[in-house]
């Protein structure tokens, strides 16, 4: 087993109960389903049903074993993050995820890592929070969503949280998240998730390079969920702009496609040319598996997606494995 996944979701087998002051807060509950699965609620409506494979470690590690992934990096699943929340709220909600994470990585640390959540909606909390997860629970780094309440994270108003990641050196996750554009969508509700989601990605990861974040911060190691959406095909329409107009160079003084290389991506694209394509566009060094375990649109052989495109025993390893390395900041597990 060589695998390193590092796009999987938890979701804790309870929460605790609302103590906060606010009124009709959407605070996330748990109902009981059947024997392997529990109903997720918001403000006591169901949310989602989702199965004992979200906090059952040794569930995980059997999926884990049949398709030869050795480690998952575990984060929250996207809606917990819970930006809506008031902040102290939201501190008290991240606290126990948080912990949450950190029990199932100590019980299997050979198997699993820790990506956390912050209160982003209040950045001196979230930096307070982010260092509490990183310093004393060990976890690797953070999960973000795209946007908090709106405002995209490139914007001027995360620079400190941004600035703190960067010198804890911790890992960052972004997951689509309450996303634009859902006005624009014609079927069911479960298109957000579909198609909205990867439109959400690449405006937000674009944020960051035009929001300065990347220039100003050349030490973050930001990974971007789905493949980084739509960012492909928007990078190179802007790296093209950019090229043409002084007003763009501007406010972004490196190329873009530089920029742009010093993320990092997940291999959920569904499709072998897609992913061909981003890793020629970003090179070798900047993909890695991502499943979206253990959610029903997940890849379900990860590894196969990847050895399946012909690439040298080297390369293989590289996206299979040490890439994730380096991007949590190890050099081995």
């Known amino acids: 087993m060589r695998g390193i996944d590092i796009h999987t979701h938890v979701v804790p087998e309870r929460f605790p109960p609302y103590r906060g002051k606010a009124t009709d807060v959407p605070w996330p509950g748990m109902a009981p389903a059947d024997a392997c699965h529990r109903h997720v609620t918001i403000a006591g409506k169901h949310f989602r049903t989702v199965s004992s494979q979200c906090w059952d470690g040794a569930c995980r590690l059997a999926d884990m074993d049949g398709t030869g992934v050795e480690r998952q990096v575990l984060s929250p699943m996207p809606e917990l993050l819970s930006y809506w929340l008031p902040a102290d709220d939201a501190a008290v909600l991240s606290r126990y995820l948080n912990e949450a994470i950190a029990v199932l990585v100590a019980e299997h640390p050979g198997r699993f890592s820790g990506l956390g959540t912050v209160p982003l909606q209040d950045v001196d909390q979230a930096i307070a929070e982010l260092q509490y997860l990183v310093q004393v629970l060990g976890l690797e780094g953070v999960e973000i969503g795209t946007n908090v309440n709106g405002l995209p994270i490139g914007a001027s108003q995360f620079e400190p949280f941004f600035a703190a990641a960067e010198q804890l050196g911790a890992s960052i996750f972004v997951h689509p998240l309450r996303p634009c554009g859902m006005d624009r969508l014609v079927g069911p509700t479960a298109l957000e998730q579909v198609l909205a989601f990867p439109c959400e990605t690449g405006l937000a990861a674009m944020s960051l390079i035009t929001g300065g974040v990347l220039s100003r911060h050349p030490g973050l190691r930001i990974a971007l969920s789905h493949g980084g959406g739509s960012f492909p095909a928007l990078l190179a329409r802007y790296a093209h702009a950019w090229s043409l107009f002084p007003a763009l160079r501007e406010g972004v003084a490196e190329s873009p496609f530089d920029l ?30 991502g499943s979206d375990y253990p959610f029903v649109i997940m890849e379900r052989d990860p590894i ?30």
């Open 260 to 289: 742009g290389r010093r993320l990092y991506f997940d291999s959920l694209v569904y499709n072998e040319t897609l992913l061909r394509t981003q890793i020629q566009l970003f090179g070798v060094s900047q993909t890695m598996i």
């Open 304 to 333: 196969a997606r990847l050895t399946e495109l012909g690439l040298s025993a080297q390369d293989n390893e590289m996206l299979v494995r040490r890439n994730a390395l380096r991007w949590l900041g190890r050099d081995e597990v």
